[in-house]
T-cell receptor, first 113, second 111 residues
Framework: SAVISQKPSRDICQRGTSLTIQCQVDSQVTMMFWYRQQPGQSLTLIATANQGSEATYESGFVIDKFPISRPNLTFSTLTVSNMSPEDSSIYLC??????????FGPGTRLTVT | SQELEQSPQSLIVQEGKNLTINCTSSKTLYGLYWYKQKYGEGLIFLMMLQKGGEEKSHEKITAKLDEKKQQSSLHITASQPSHAGIYLCGADPNSGYALNFGKGTSLLVTP
């Protein structure tokens, strides 16, 4: 199974600033996803990030707020821009392998003050 | 969109007891995934089921997908404190798609 790492693991940020979260996979994968998990809630998909194409965003999420890069098959970044306390969440990246199994990174715990 | 309903919402069991968590979909499932999450951490992949009637086991955890592919159950035998956490079911409408998740079942195992 794919091994996924995320940086940072956690951060405390001030309102109005931006944070870029990195997701690194130990193997090449086509499908990569970014999710958000707000306190006490389940996971919500932010966007699908496939290498070589623009990210596809879900309803309620826009590129200006959550720009995503996918420069190659093992790496992606998600930026949370102009943060507000409502952005305090755990952000998770996941990948789908050829077996259709989907694996998640350890998450980035973001607190916005 | 596909909705997943998990039951129960929370569960407290005594160590050594068996338990079952259910996940019901509003639509036919292409794939059903079970994950475990410790508080504030990432999701640990447990199992994926794709075929109607499929059953998979890993250590003391067994997951089944019904024939109609709209309901799955996760069964833990002889529960241990290490089984504590939040169990999430996820489903994809087709291969290569992101998962929709249920709201999770919080499990506490008492000594």
């Amino acid at each position: 199974s794919a091994v996924i790492s995320q940086k940072p693991s956690r951060d405390i940020c001030q309102r109005g600033t931006s944070l870029t979260i990195q997701c690194q996979v130990d193997s090449q994968v086509t499908m990569m996803f970014w999710y958000r998990q707000q306190p006490g809630q389940s996971l919500t998909l932010i966007a699908t990030a496939n290498q070589g194409s623009e990210a596809t965003y879900e309803s309620g999420f826009v590129i200006d707020k959550f720009p995503i890069s996918r420069p190659n098959l093992t790496f992606s970044t998600l930026t949370v821009s102009n943060m507000s306390p409502e952005d305090s969440s755990i952000y998770l990246c996941s990948v789908e392998e050829d077996s259709y199994e989907q694996y998640f990174g350890p998450g980035t715990r973001l607190t916005v003050t | 969109s596909q909705e997943l309903e998990q039951s129960p919402q929370s569960l407290i069991v005594q160590e050594g007891k068996n338990l079952t968590i259910n996940c019901t979909s509003s639509k036919t499932l292409y794939g059903l995934y079970w994950y475990k999450q410790k508080y504030g951490e990432g999701l640990i992949f447990l199992m994926m089921l794709q075929k109607g009637g499929e059953e998979k086991s890993h250590e003391k955890i067994t997951a089944k997908l019904d024939e109609k592919k709209q309901q799955s159950s996760l069964h833990i035998t002889a529960s241990q404190p290490s089984h504590a956490g939040i169990y999430l079911c996820g489903a994809d409408p087709n291969s290569g798609y992101a998962l929709n998740f249920g709201k999770g079942t919080s499990l506490l195992v008492t000594p």
